[in-house]
Nanobody
Framework: QVQLVESGGGSAQAGGSLRLSCAAS????????AAWFRQTPGKEREVVAV?????????????FYADPVQDRFTISRDGAKNTVYLQMNSLKPEDTGVYYC?????????????????WGQGTQVTVSS
């Protein structure tokens, strides 16, 4: 049974930083994709960042960022730890929300939440001005 466990959420001042972690257990994702989504009350869950990698490719992982977080957030992964990270810098109050980690076994920069097979429980991020 695959489990994704997020950590690292909390509160920060505008302009500050937080780092979210998403540790997977139950299987090793030698190829696949992972993403961070966020949700705020009254709004649909939206993609924040995606990372995709292939065990058969010599190239580095591919990434995608939503426009609001471009140049502020960085998604990365540690294959040995089966963990994906989201480094969030220059935080803004509008970054506030519940952040969810998601993973899938297929490769590709997928932004649709419906195509992700596994989900974490979510972690709250609150940014105050």
């Amino acid at each position: 049974q695959v489990q994704l466990v997020e950590s690292g959420g909390g509160s920060a001042q505008a302009g500050g930083s937080l780092r979210l972690s998403c540790a997977a257990s139950g299987r090793t994702f030698s190829s696949g994709a992972a993403a961070w989504f966020r949700q705020t009350p009254g709004k649909e869950r939206e993609v924040v960042a995606v990372i995709s990698w292939s065990a058969s490719s010599w190239s580095a992982s591919n990434t995608f960022y939503a426009d609001p977080v471009q140049d502020r957030f960085t998604i990365s992964r540690d294959g040995a730890k089966n963990t994906v990270y989201l480094q969030m810098n220059s935080l803004k109050p509008e970054d506030t929300g519940v952040y969810y980690c998601a993973a899938r076994t297929g490769v590709g920069l997928i932004v649709s939440s419906e195509l992700y097979e596994y989900w974490g429980q979510g972690t709250q991020v609150t940014v105050s001005s």
